[in-house]
């Protein structure tokens, strides 16, 4: 049997240790930086 990576959970990961080397002291998920994204377009129009 191969052992497989779950996409989603590699993302996941990378986001959360990428906040936590950061320092960042709020939660951040992808969908937070998704929503982050989506505002900032949306104020440049």
């Known amino acids: 049997m ?3 990576i779950k996409p989603q959970r ?3 990961h990378t986001i959360k ?3 936590r ?3 960042i002291l709020k939660r951040a ?3 937070t930086l998704r929503h982050s ?3 900032h377009l949306l104020q440049a129009n």
């Open 10 to 12: 590699c993302g996941r």
């Open 17 to 19: 240790d990428a906040v």
């Open 21 to 23: 080397r950061s320092r």
């Open 2 to 4: 191969r052992y497989r």
């Open 37 to 39: 994204f989506a505002s």
């Open 29 to 31: 998920s992808a969908h």
